[in-house]
């Protein structure tokens, strides 16, 4: 496996429902990211994690459950959605934050929340 | 309130025109600025990014940034079918700290 990876591509919830969206670098990344994109809306920037730590929280709802067990893997978990969550979720990572490098960004998990 | 803008499009050229792609950004601090292409229903990748003003070229693609203005452009010269695709600015530093923040993107559509 080379990049970014994100598991599962495609996830349909009900509202009641909890899972969880795995995300997996293979570039020896020090930061990664969770963002939002729905339709017609720019990419919101969710969390960000730099060395295992949670660095920024962007007023994201507690439904949205972010861990980081490692510089290397990234999870979001979801309880209790709501019909307006429904978007695609990427996760990204660079070298570090705070440097001019690019982001890698995984595929994506399209969610649909019923 | 950090803003990030670009025309939503969809801006249409036809193949082998230049296609010319705006953007604006609040910040004068901004110090970093990135040109993604995201295809439908796939991720956004990296094409170009620019820190100084002035252009800079790589292939048919060239990204020129006015920080007086506080603009950045992406033009495609010969554009292709292929490069069809939503293209989304980033901008990091300043008040955006050290995330991008992202454009809601240009639809580009090529024609044969």
């Known amino acids: 496996e080379t990049g970014v990876t994100q598991t599962p591509r495609h996830l349909v919830m009900g509202m009641t429902n909890k899972k969880s969206l795995k995300c997996e670098q293979h570039l020896g990344h020090n930061a990664m990211y969770w963002y939002k994109q729905s339709a017609k809306k720019p990419l919101e920037l969710m969390f960000v994690?730099?060395?295992?730590?949670?660095?920024e929280n962007n007023s994201v709802p507690s439904r949205f459950s972010p861990e980081c067990p490692n510089s290397s893997h990234l999870f979001l978990h979801l309880h209790t959605l709501q019909p307006e969550d429904s978007a695609l979720y990427l996760c990204a990572s660079s070298q570090e934050p705070s440097g001019d490098d690019e982001q890698f960004f995984g595929p994506g998990t399209r969610l649909t929340v019923l | 309130q950090k803003e990030v803008e670009q025309n939503s499009g969809p801006l249409s050229v036809p193949e082998g025109a230049i296609a010319s792609l705006n953007c604006t950004y609040s910040?004068?601090?901004?110090?970093?600025f990135f040109w993604y292409r995201q295809y439908s229903g796939k991720s956004p990748e990296l094409i170009m990014f620019?820190?100084?003003?002035g252009d800079k070229e790589d292939g048919r693609f060239t990204a020129q940034l006015n920080k007086a203005s506080q603009y950045v452009s992406l033009l495609i010269r010969d554009s292709q079918p292929s490069d069809s695709a939503t293209y989304l600015c980033a901008v990091k530093g300043g008040d955006y700290g050290q995330n991008f923040v992202f454009g809601p993107g240009t639809r580009l559509s090529v024609l044969p």
């Open positions: 994690y730099n060395f295992k730590e949670q660095t």
């Open positions: 910040d004068r601090g901004s110090q970093s």
């Open positions: 620019i820190y100084s003003n």
